[in-house]
């Protein structure tokens, strides 16, 4: 996502919304012949199923690879494999634990490589939070969004699009979950990221609100809930204190009554559906863009 200008973001955003708008009469056929690997160490719901579903109506195909089927489980290399996959397909999308593995992956392959979520990175899951806000604010420009909870790979890629977008974010994390610290300086260049320990403060005039599990796939703590608990937990009291018109994101899975209440992700405010609808359309996006170039 780093590698994107504001204005290439910008343009992934709006390329979303057409081609949402363009699938209601059918989308056309512009990735016909062209095939895509899709690698996965971890599990998946609408990672794996929108871009299956999104290389479908564009004519193309998906081929899912879960590493244990694949050669790498056997320890063939990243680098062949990289090499191998390169042959067959027009573009590769994985998602991994080391983030590492993913950069060996695009050093190694003749065809684009995306990030469908490392220990670091969620950048696939960002592109489709702001054609969201895109849609329920109408710019992406000069909002203040707030991340509550864990600073973690979903939280680094939210502050890397705020940058792009040219929003200011705060995040409220307790103190040891902070977000990337390189993340953070750089995007404070450009925009301002505020690291708080206070949920209300963060919160405070939000337009956005934002949260994520306290356990992701690859957190291994048992207790690192118990962190978070009760004081990061976003519920109707502390979005009483973000705007009125705020809305709730919330990339999915979701673990009710822990970093988000019912009231919340199931009211009024939250945008969650529509936001995990948009991984389709903006992930359709992305593989036009990187493949059809
Ligand atoms: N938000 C997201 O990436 O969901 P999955 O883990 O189901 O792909
Ligand atoms: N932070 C979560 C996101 C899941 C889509 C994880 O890495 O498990």
Redesign the pocket.
Known sequence: MAELSPKEFAQLIDLSIKLKKELKKGNKPVLKNKTLAMIFQ?????????FEVGMFQLGGYAINLSSDDTQLSRGESVEDTAKTLSRYTNCIMA?VYDHDLLEKLSEHATVPVIN??SDTF?P??ILADFVTIKEKKGKIKNLKIAWIGDGNN?CNSMIIGCALAGSDISVATPKGFEPDKTVVNEANKSIKVVLTTDPIKAVSNADVVVTDTFTS?HNRDPKRTKKFLPKYQVNSALMKKAKKNSIFMH???AKRGSEVTASVIDGPQSVVWDE?EN?LHSQKALLVSLIRA
Do not use: D, E, F, N
Not at 42 to 50: D, E, F, G, I, L
């Open positions: 971890k599990p998946s719901t609408r990672t794996r199923v929108s998602r469908g979520l969620h696939c899951q979903v796939i990339c999915l899975p995990a991984r």
